[in-house]
């Protein structure tokens, strides 16, 4: 099969596609064909295993455990492993499938579920690893209710996207914070207020949320807390620094340290790949509460590129890989 390997951790540089042996199946197993993959930021940090803990996190210390990048897939269950009882050869299925920058991928039948009838594959392909995150920070950690405020930061990127649409669904008055060029894509999907962060500060609005999903920014932890309620409820989903050992989760660590002291929540959590997660935002799609924002699709061979668009920052929502 046709796959994007890497033997050595790097930039896109290091990327080449290559012919290789499918992978192999256990007994609650997939083989999936995909037809479509999507790219996200965690490519990148598995890509060049930056920050250095990703590497003590099972991908390798030295060099790439894994050959094949990718977990965000859709495509066609190509045949099963005998202890898989929910989903059967030929169905089009989407989810957490290692590899995914391949013609064929596996995964475990407990990070898959049934596409979306309303989706092609190529936008299924591109829900998983930014709507499951952006599910679990809303309903598990903000814990959003009807009538809330809720100011999602950085929210013209995939996971920003789905928040915002998943609070709107849940019934919160949401301000997004974005750059210039993506206030228009950001201001359809119905966020009530949009903040151009290159004009204005968040934090000197004089308005305080009940919640705050930071999704890979940087703003001191001082500036959140201003925005927030006293009894609000911040959740950092991600960070970029330059940093090689920390990254960013430096910021994460000091909120978990100081939310003991204050009357603000001040947190941060992993995100879960699990079937039923998979199945709500599969009925959120077909019930027209949530839709995937693609940016671009590029071909298998244009990987590279794919990664060098998101590592920039240019994307607005999702960029898919077609296979």
């Given at each position: 099969m046709r796959a994007i390997v890497q033997d050595v951790y790097g930039t896109a540089d290091v990327l080449e596609l290559r012919d290789i042996d499918p992978p192999s199946i256990g007994?609650?197993?997939?083989?999936?064909?995909?037809?479509?993959?999507?790219?996200d930021r965690g490519v990148w940090h598995v890509m060049t295993g930056l920050p250095y803990p990703i590497r003590l996190a099972g991908y390798g210390l030295r060099a790439p455990k894994t050959p094949v990048l990718g977990l965000d897939a859709a495509g066609v269950v190509e045949s099963v492993g005998a202890g898989v009882t929910g989903l059967r050869i030929g169905e089009e299925v989407f989810g957490f499938a290692k590899g995914a920058f391949a013609e064929y991928a596996c995964a475990p039948e407990g990070r898959l579920a049934r596409k979306p009838v309303n989706l092609t594959l190529g936008q299924a392909a591109v829900l998983a690893v930014s709507g499951v995150p952006a599910l679990q920070a809303l309903r598990d950690h903000a814990k959003v209710r009807d009538g809330q405020s809720v100011l999602i930061i950085g929210a013209s990127g995939g996971v920003g996207t789905y928040a915002v649409q998943l609070a709107l669904g849940f019934g919160a008055r949401v301000t997004a914070v974005c750059s210039t060029s993506k206030v228009d894509m950001v201001r359809s999907l119905g966020a009530a207020r949009v903040i151009d962060y290159t004009r204005s500060d968040f934090a000197d609005?004089?308005?305080?949320?009940d919640a705050i999903l930071d999704i890979g920014g940087n703003a001191s932890l001082a500036r959140l807390r201003r925005a927030l309620t006293p009894d609000g409820t911040l959740v950092i989903v991600g960070g970029e620094s330059p940093g090689r050992w920390l990254g960013g989760t430096d910021r994460q660590l000091r909120a978990l340290v100081l939310s003991r002291f204050v009357g603000q929540t001040l947190t941060t959590f992993v995100s879960r790949q699990n079937h039923e997660d998979l199945v709500v935002l599969k009925e959120l799609v077909e019930a027209g509460t949530v839709a995937p924002v693609v940016d671009r699709t590029y071909p298998l061979a244009e990987v590279p590129d794919a990664i060098r668009y998101v590592e920039q920052g240019r994307a607005r929502g999702k960029v898919a890989i077609a296979v």
């Open positions: 007994r609650e197993d997939v083989l999936v064909r995909v037809a479509a993959a999507g790219v609005s004089g308005e305080r949320y």
